[in-house]
């Protein structure tokens, strides 16, 4: 942590925010609505992790060291890393710690509501399933005393609230996409909140996973998808067809699409470390952040892969007052608008708008 602080406050001092701003930004409460589990994993727990006695699968000393060495991250590269990750991340007690650890971050950056995201993984190897996979979340989740039910009382407003959200993967084919929302259809009362499409946007064809998403929305499952990280009109049109409850990204739009997305006021989740590092967005002046934000667009701000981008939430504040003049009074509003995108209930909506409120005053 000392590592990732000196990291944080250098990063801050190129982006010429103020040393007293930087812990203002930090102390407000704030949400995470765009999170993936095995993007947050800690450098060095990686590092433990492929060097301990439990790891059954090496990985090479390139791999490794690509993992650690965080300059080149285009999306092609991500997509490269994440199976190094996932050969680290293999068995229920890790995937309860990286979990924990997540969560632990999290909590000292003052997130005070986060929907973490993750793809539900079978391995035979390890006797998982998807739902063994999915309980040892919640394990982490009960390792970190964390509220993720639905059932917590105003009075646990001081404690962090958490929702999981189960991601379909785009390399899986439409029977496991359908697997993955019967499991969150089922788990809805234990925590889980909705459904995320994601993965390698160069891999997959949406028409598969059309009638789990579907489903999805008929069964009431709260939708958001990964959406326009390389150009695909088409599949941006038919996304904004589905109406999902929220958009990840939408980097890559043409002007048509563009407009259908204003006029749909669907929120999206902004990631601009994650963008420009992936090279879905040339330079952070040139975000589309900006627009949708002039134009008074649902937007919230997010990590996508704190671990993978050495980014946090704070650090995401600090980039939007730096580079589009947010003060930190518009970057509190944003975040309690954000309440209403998010896929909580109605009670826990209202605890985050009293933690909201006071920080307003
Ligand atoms: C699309 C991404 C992503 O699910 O194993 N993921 N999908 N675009 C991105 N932009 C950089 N970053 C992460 O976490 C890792 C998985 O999340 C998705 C990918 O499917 C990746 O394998 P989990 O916990």
């Given amino acids: 942590t000392k590592e990732k602080k000196n990291w ?48 059954k699968e090496k990985i090479s000393n390139t791999d490794l060291e690509s993992l650690i060495r965080k300059e080149d991250r285009s999306l092609t590269e991500c997509f490269r890393l994440f199976p190094v990750i996932h050969a680290l991340t293999t068995d229920h007690a890790v995937v309860t710690r990286i979990t ?92 889980v909140a909705g459904v995320d499409l994601s993965g390698d946007p160069a891999i997959g064809n949406w028409e598969t996973f059309l009638p789990a998403l579907t489903l999805a929305k008929e069964l009431g499952v709260p939708l958001t998808l990964h959406c326009g990280e390389v150009s695909n009109p088409k599949e941006v049109r038919e996304m904004l067809a589905l109406q999902p409850r929220r958009l990840g990204h939408v980097c890559c739009l043409e002007e048509a699409e563009w407009r259908a997305l204003l006029d749909s006021g669907i929120p999206v989740e902004i990631c601009l470390t994650s963008n420009v590092r992936t090279e879905s967005v040339s330079s952070m002046r040139d975000h589309h952040f900006a627009a949708l934000y002039n134009a008074k667009h649902p937007v919230v701000l997010c990590t996508d892969d704190p671990g993978l981008f050495s980014t946090s939430l704070t650090l995401e504040f600090a980039i939007a007052a730096t580079c589009f003049g947010l003060t930190n009074l518009e970057l509190l509003i944003m975040g309690k608008s954000a309440i209403n995108y998010t896929f909580a209930d109605d009670k826990t909506k209202l605890i985050l708008h009293g933690i909201f409120d006071d920080a307003l005053q």
Avoid at 124 to 138: P, Q, T, W
Avoid at 158 to 174: F, G, W, Y
Wanted: overall charge negative; charged content about 25%; hydrophobic content about 45%.
């Fill in 100 to 191: 924990r650890e997540a969560i632990e971050d999290f909590l000292l950056d003052n997130v005070v509501y986060l929907e973490l995201r993750t793809t539900p993984k079978c391995n035979d190897l390890y006797g998982m399933s998807k739902r063994s996979y999915v309980e040892a979340v919640f394990a982490g989740f009960e390792a970190a005393g964390v509220m993720y039910k639905t059932d917590c009382d105003v009075q646990d407003g001081h404690r962090m609230h958490v929702r999981l959200l189960l991601s379909i993967d785009r390399r899986e084919n439409a029977e496991a996409a359908m697997n993955t929302v019967q499991l969150a259809w089922d788990m809805r009362d234990r925590g």
């Fill in 8 to 55: 944080i406050n250098s990063l801050a001092a190129q982006l010429q925010v103020s040393a007293m701003q930087m812990p203002l930004l930090k102390a407000m409460p704030k949400l995470e609505l765009h999170a993936h589990l095995n993007g947050c994993v800690r450098t060095s727990t990686l590092l433990d992790l492929a060097v301990g006695e439990n790891s």
